[in-house]
């Protein structure tokens, strides 16, 4: 990576504070020299701009790139569809849908996955834009005059909280990397080395930890978004429980990190400062986001253009995560693109297995909850109608056979719509027929399972009052929509820039850390006790309507009883999962990892978790068919990008400079 100090902030733009949420707001400002960043507005600035690469992660934020590559000049729109290639691609849960530039690449770990990948060198860019930037600010820091010491002390603690930050996320899918952590505006350096990885934790340990100690201990800063004690104790819980999860001897892990990851993630859950949504859904409900006690560190959207850096559907502002989880659904008769149903890029859809073996689907409401399932018609005059009668379908042409009725409609309905506006148009079923193997881009032709169950499947689907969609007929196109990142709050059909706030920390995931580094050291007592808090909430409450497919798909009683004494675990259900793996897990670790997928599903954290825990290969060959015969023990790194590699002088031997089976 070239670093020259002469443009590292010739090109930022610089923000002012306008107070709460606005303090992002961006203004640009001319002919300022780096003097102006011994001035306490410069400095505000200046901090703000480390907090602004977060806005990267959403699609948000994506200014040309002359910091680390001045040859590079992005386009507007050009970050879109990004950080969810590394986090959600080529992971157990999570597959490809149609659409998407870079889905094949992450998804099945082709040799497109290299050093000139896109996404790959951005990543990179963005989070060494933001580490130059708060080293700088570090720099000149001590010679603002007009800020007092309590006032410097706290910027300083969040400037190490976001260099912490940005350095843990890359640490974690490059490896060894260029540790910086001095400004430098006079010098031209072309001969950074990659640190050892032990080196790149220690550091960001001793950041967080200076950062926990100065960062207030508050919910939230007045100016939401920013840093406080419990983003930096929730962060460094998580940091100490990776750096021993595995290869602890490479990641420098110390007996004690599981001490530390229990003892700083009950420091958040003790604080008194957060709470636990009572209702699943209500986590993710937009109208809440502002005042969630669940909520531990936010990356904040409002719906002031000016604020998100959008002003136009096809602008590169706001969070644009809304975009990649949809169905198409727009397309299909009685359907026509809406604001409520979201704009269908249909990058990413869960796996069949995932829908019907992840969740206990008649005690936990968090599967029901995740996904949109069912499409209300809002465009008749499209509506299908009843046909006389209904054919069997060969399932290897997918023609039908007109000497095979299966289901004849009853004369008074023929001809007439299956539904009209306000009902339900399309229904994606949770119910797996066990007819067809799963569909995948490896495998578009489905092949037959079962004869007569394939034959039921077809009269069911004749005879459903809407397009029913089994998880036997789960398609790239078509797929349960994942709720989280819905935004129903744009202007219109095709605005891109949504509002809606992109969590990073929540408490849930506080428990679940505290869990695990309990189950870890083999205090299961503790283990349990913390898993049950999530599963208690996951659970259906006490006189709380469960969805339909619980009693009519799933089996339950059709009751609102409650679920929480079927959800709760044990020592030796934890210890001994039963869970259709086969892959020779750790079946604690095991457990975890379905907890974490059951909670966290679509919070861009898998890729991450599998290759935390060493699990990555066998869990991406037993579960990601499109990724199986590719994925390698190399790809638990992503390729170091050309943007560094190609500008270090002297020239190294490329053994040094990039990771294993990428040269």
């Given amino acids: 990576m070239k670093k020259i100090a002469k443009y590292i902030f010739a090109i930022l733009l610089i923000f002012s504070f306008t107070g709460c949420d606005n303090y ?18 410069g400095m505000e600035a200046a ?12 699609g948000a934020y994506n200014p040309t790139n002359t910091v680390t590559n001045p040859a590079y000049n992005s386009t507007v729109g050009g970050n879109m569809e990004t950080y969810f290639c590394l986090t959600e691609y080529g992971t157990d849960l999570t597959w490809e849908g149609t659409d998407g530039g870079n889905k094949d690449a992450f998804n099945k770990y082709l040799t497109s996955l290299n050093s000139q990948q896109d996404v790959i060198n951005k990543f990179w860019d963005n989070n060494y834009r933001g580490i130059t930037r708060a080293n700088t600010a570090l720099m000149y820091l001590p010679k603002v005059t007009d800020m007092t010491d309590a006032q410097k002390a706290q910027r300083v603690a969040e400037l190490k909280f976001m260099r912490a930050y940005l350095y843990f996320d890359l640490v974690q899918h490059y490896g060894a990397i260029p540790l910086v952590t001095e400004g430098n505006v006079t010098q031209i350096v072309t001969d950074f080395k990659r640190a050892p990885v032990a080196d790149v934790y220690k550091q960001i340990i001793s950041d967080l930890k200076a950062a926990y100690a100065v960062l207030p201990d508050v919910y939230q800063q007045a100016e939401r978004g920013r840093a406080t004690k419990w983003s930096a104790s929730h962060l460094l819980a998580k940091v100490y429980l990776t750096r021993i999860s595995a290869e602890a001897t490479v990641r420098g892990g110390k007996a004690t990190d599981l001490d530390s990851a229990a003892f700083y993630s009950e420091a958040v859950i003790n604080s008194g400062k957060f709470a636990l949504e009572s ?3 209500n986590v993710f409900e937009q109208n809440n986001q502002k005042v969630t006690k669940e909520i531990i560190w936010d990356v904040e959207y409002t719906k002031d253009a000016l604020f998100n850096g959008a002003g136009s559907s096809t602008s590169d502002g706001g969070n644009q995560l809304h975009l990649y989880w949809v169905t198409q659904y727009d397309i299909k008769p009685g359907m026509i693109r809406d604001i409520t149903n979201g704009r269908p890029w249909k990058r990413l859809r869960p796996s069949p297995t995932t829908i019907t073996t992840l969740w206990d689907r008649q005690n936990d409401s968090r599967v029901y909850k995740t996904f949109k399932r069912t499409f209300i018609c809002n465009n008749p005059a499209t509506a299908t109608t009843w046909a006389a009668k209904y054919y069997y379908i060969n399932p290897a042409t997918n023609a039908e056979d007109k000497t095979d009725v299966i289901y004849t409609t009853p004369a008074e309905l023929v001809g007439k719509p299956k539904f009209k506006a306000g009902d339900t148009c399309i229904y994606m079923s949770p119910k797996s027929y ?27 689907i004749a005879k459903a009052p809407y ?29 891109q820039a949504g509002s809606r706030n ?6 849930a995931e506080t428990y679940l850390i505290a869990a695990e580094a309990y189950g870890r050291k083999g205090d299961f007592v503790n283990a349990v006790k913390y898993i049950n808090v999530i599963r208690t909430r996951a659970a259906y409450a006490e006189g709380e309507t469960k969805a339909a497919e619980v009693s009519r798909i799933d089996g ?3 009751n609102t009883t409650s679920t929480v004494s079927s959800m709760l675990v044990t020592e030796a259900m934890v210890k001994s999962p039963k869970l259709p793996t086969g892959a020779g897990f750790d079946p604690f670790v095991d457990f975890m990892l379905e907890e974490r997928g059951r909670e966290l599903y679509g919070e861009f954290q898998r890729w991450e ?15 990601n068919p499109d990724a199986k015969a590719n994925v390698k023990d190399y790809h638990k790194l992503r390729p170091i990008p050309s943007n560094y590699i190609d500008r270090l002088l002297p020239k190294p031997a490329i053994a040094d400079v990039q990771n294993p089976g990428y040269y």
């Fill in 467 to 495: 397009m029913l969609i089994p998880v036997d007929k789960y398609d790239t196109n078509l797929f349960p929509c994942m709720l989280k990142w819905l935004d129903d709050q744009r202007p219109d059909i095709n605005f």
């Fill in 24 to 41: 992002l707001k961006e203004e640009m400002y001319t002919n300022v020299g780096y003097d102006y960043f011994t001035t306490k507005v």
């Fill in 434 to 460: 066990g007819a067809l193997s799963d569909y995948s881009t490896t495998n578009p032709k489905q092949t037959l399972l079962d004869a007569a169950k394939y034959r039921q499947m077809l009269i069911d």
């Fill in 47 to 58: 901090v703000t701009g480390v907090y602004q690469t977060m806005r990267w992660y959403t």
């Fill in 502 to 507: 992109f969590h990073r920390m929540r408490l």
């Fill in 609 to 623: 978790d599998l290759a935390r825990t060493g699990t990555l290969v066998a869990r991406v060959k037993l579960y």
């Fill in 556 to 558: 339950a009683a059709k």
């Fill in 279 to 281: 209702n699943f859904s």
